[in-house]
């Protein structure tokens, strides 16, 4: 039994996911989430069909933002064990056991490293239930932020295998938590793995210096080795991105310092830390009325966590883990509140790579991960007596005095809140989004004095169960078991909010009337979704359609120059909406819009102004469809995909460039615009030219051309220099041409032309991240080394 207690723990921690997502694991039905259904779903299923069929990944998105790179863009989950069982399994049904796979992952890790520190088998199964569970990790399901679940349930496998390779002088850890934090890189999200390591390398400093007397040369020899290891084959793994990223970096919108502004945006509020008492304190999903925008997720934890770290923080505070866990949770707290305090600006100005990320609330996963650690010390430790009978009455009076006070002020507490929120956001936030935020408020009030009755109840019940135990009412086993159950009961009402079940892919994506409409047209062009129910969710890209809009995290800084929304990462085309004839050059065939009314009179004038602005805008295009919900227009000015100018003019930068091709009279059919002057000399005149595209893939595009005259071959896609053109095989040099797009210089004649995305650093990274997985491999068949420093309590 004992041999095996390993292995029946992490089967209950597997069955208990399997229940949780239940039939969305066997393709009935697809989980909801915000993002992942606002295009991650269609990007992660053109991927694995792409490489399912073609063998190769595809280095380049054709179908959003005019097109961009994947990998170099942070394209999720390519070189990794999920897109493999994507290409066996459904997309939806992947998703889902992601989900249900990172939950026993993060439970089985939290159950390792409690061993790891002597916490006795039954508390670290509790344990590792507690940390798995939590409210932060599983809330994310609703947003579809599978790649943040990734890094936090990973988080305490990877201290586990540090901690066992320092404990066992082992070489096999130190290579098995390179090889884990490569895989949080590559499959969790950057910015929380990042996270990870300066709580990491304070987490070896504070081992060396503990242990600094029982350390032998030859073991601490092996030790520095080791956590070289640990680094580098992170490093090698996450070399498939590392190299494109960086190239990518200045023609990307992500990876700027965007200022102090930025980089604290989507910080927890402090007050918000008061979720962790009841998750209604600042309001689940639509009922939230804190101070951010919107929120997805929640802080809370459970009651039973609560309860274990403060009786952790005040009896056993003197304990050497204790002691670092408190900071870790001081540390990352504060760093979560973000800029709600002045000391982030210590982390920003201090930490290398913070300012260029926003959202410091996603390090909370750490506060959970110390405060579970802290808790299950102090339930190692426990023992009844004055001390502890004090705590535990002291920790029950606090939640019934919280209960009470808020149930007596309702009034006061709306009317103090109300105007906490109207004195906090009146500087960034509408007065009518404010007035929208104190009616969450007051109609969320209800669900908060239930919530902290709620804990209340599930306080009682878990310090009774705990002065059971200890008086020997109860056995270990059993009050523990008990414990877990009402654990799951407190969770999974909150945690089931966060999971929507939606209808699978066929039906859910099923082509509408834009869709179908589009579909009859099989040329190469694109649509501009003007005002379409489904610019952003992957209909279009599902379908085969090519989308000027899109969603995507790192869209190319220059294309959103162009459409005038440099100064966000959204698909926002004001410039395109104020000077139409750009529209022209981005090859839109077809704009899809909804009907405008037929008669303006009944509106108020300020709504009319609006109509016949937009009556003037769509005027140059011409109706070719009405549906039911929507309109589409053809757009005769549209240019080709690939075409030839003859005529040139030459500029001393892409800023006048930007500006002369807004000009109302510049006809693309005409001439083009670019900085280096061509080796042939422009011909003020069209040419006489045919193109027959041969392919036009994501990574290569091949053509034969004929023309009567020299000329630039203009490729209306995204300037990058990943890019490289060929002329009768010849390498020849690619043009950025009109500012945004790519263009390549042929002389008269007939010629073969081609393009292909070179894709160096890519193949270099992979070629890296091979061998970075090849030793992440071999770890698993070393030695485990010897016995541990804190030996393991085998006790009930």
């Not at 890189?185 to 081992?207: C, D, S």
């Not at 089931?496 to 699978?504: A, E, G, L, N």
Request: proline letters at 5%.
């Amino acid at each position: 039994m004992k041999k095996y207690r390993d292995i029946y723990a992490f089967l209950f921690y597997f069955i208990l996911g399997i229940v949780y997502f239940g039939k969305v694991l066997f393709g009935k039905g697809m989980l909801f989430g915000t993002d992942w259904l606002l295009g991650a779903y269609a990007n992660q299923s053109w991927m694995a069909q792409f490489v399912k069929t073609y063998h190769e990944f595809a280095y380049w998105n054709p179908y959003i933002f005019c097109g961009y790179p994947t990998v170099a863009s942070f394209f999720g989950e390519m070189f990794t064990p999920v897109l493999f069982m994507r290409l066996f399994v459904p997309t939806h049904i992947t998703f889902a056991w992601l989900f249900a796979s990172m939950t026993f992952v993060g439970t089985f890790g939290m159950y390792l490293f409690l061993k790891e520190i002597g916490i006795r088998p039954i508390y670290r199964i509790l344990g590792g239930l507690v940390y798995g569970w939590s409210g932060f990790f599983l809330s994310t399901v609703y947003a579809g932020h599978h790649s943040r679940m990734v890094s936090a349930e990973l988080f305490p496998l990877i201290m586990y295998l540090i901690l066992a390779g320092m404990n066992r002088k082992s070489i096999r850890y130190f290579i098995l938590a390179g090889g884990t934090g490569g895989l949080a890189l590559l499959m969790g999200h950057f910015q929380m793995t990042y996270y990870m390591v300066p709580t990491a390398l304070a987490f070896v400093i504070y081992i060396f210096v503990i242990n600094r007397k029982d350390y032998k040369r030859e073991e601490l020899k092996r030790i520095g080795i080791g956590l070289g290891l640990t680094l580098l084959i992170g490093f090698l793994m996450y070399s498939f991105y590392i190299f494109p990223v960086l190239k990518n970096m200045p023609y990307a919108s992500r990876g700027a310092t965007r200022g102090y502004e930025f980089a604290t945006s989507w910080s927890m509020p402090p007050e918000e830390t008061l979720n962790l008492i009841t998750p209604h304190f600042s309001g689940l999903l639509d009922n939230y009325w804190g101070r951010n925008y919107f929120k997805l997720h929640t802080e809370f934890a459970g009651i039973l966590v609560l309860l274990l770290f403060f009786g952790g923080a005040i009896l056993e505070y003197r304990k050497r883990w204790v002691k670092f866990f408190l900071w870790v949770l001081g540390v990352t707290l504060i760093f979560a509140w973000g800029g709600h305090t002045f000391f982030f600006r210590i982390f920003y100005y201090l930490l290398p790579g913070i300012k260029k990320f926003r959202a410091p609330n996603m390090i909370f996963y750490q506060c959970v991960f110390s405060m579970v650690v802290i808790g299950f010390i102090f339930l190692e430790h426990i023992k009844w007596d004055k001390r502890l009978r004090n705590y535990l009455i002291g920790f029950t009076g606090f939640l019934l005095l919280m209960a009470i006070i808020f149930s007596i002020g309702r009034s006061g507490f709306i009317s103090s809140f109300s105007s906490f929120i109207s004195s906090k956001l009146a500087r960034t936030y509408s007065q009518q989004l404010i007035m929208q935020k104190i009616s969450a408020l007051r109609q969320n009030y209800s669900h908060l004095i239930k919530g902290l009755w709620l804990s209340l109840l599930f306080g009682l019940l878990y310090a009774g169960i705990i002065i059971g135990i200890l008086q020997r009412r109860l056995k270990g086993w059993m009050g523990v078991t008990i414990m877990g159950i009402l654990f799951l009961l407190e969770m999974w009402p909150v945690e089931r909010r966060f999971v929507k079940i939606v209808p699978t892919p066929d039906v859910y994506f099923a082509p509408d009337e834009v869709v179908n409409f589009i579909k009859l047209d099989t040329g190469k062009f694109r649509v501009f979704p003007l005002r379409y129910q489904h610019d952003k969710d992957g209909l279009l890209m599902i379908n085969g359609i090519e989308n000027i809009g899109g969603y995507g995290g790192n869209p190319p800084k220059l294309y959103q120059k162009y459409i005038g929304a440099e100064k966000t990462v959204l698909f926002q085309p004001m410039a395109l909406i104020r000077n139409p004839h750009l529209i022209d050059l981005l090859n839109v065939k077809y704009l899809i819009d909804v009907p405008l009314p037929e008669d303006f009179s009944k509106y108020p004038q300020n709504v009319r102004q609006q109509l016949v602005y937009w009556q003037n805008f769509l005027s140059r295009f011409e109706m070719v469809y009405q549906g039911k919900n929507y309109v589409i227009y053809n757009n005769p000015y549209a240019c080709e995909r690939v075409y030839l100018v003859g005529n040139y003019h030459v500029l001393d930068s892409h800023e006048r460039i930007l500006n002369a091709i807004k000009n109302p009279d510049y006809s693309y059919k005409d001439s083009v615009f670019l900085v280096d002057k061509p080796e042939f000399e422009p011909e003020n005149r069209r040419p006489d030219y045919q193109i027959d595209i041969e392919e036009y893939s994501p990574n290569r595009i091949s053509l034969k051309l004929r023309t009567d005259i020299p000329g630039i071959l203009v490729f209306s896609e995204n300037y990058h220099p990943e890019w490289s053109a060929y002329v009768d095989g010849k390498k020849v040099k690619v043009h950025r041409v009109n500012f945004l797009f790519r263009g390549v210089e042929v002389p008269a004649g007939e010629h073969r032309v081609s393009m292909v995305y070179s894709a160096k650093p890519e193949h270099l990274g992979l070629y890296l991240s091979i061998l970075g997985y090849l030793l992440f491999i071999v770890g698993f068949f070393l030695p485990g080394g010897g016995k541990v420093s804190d030996k393991d309590k085998d006790k009930d």
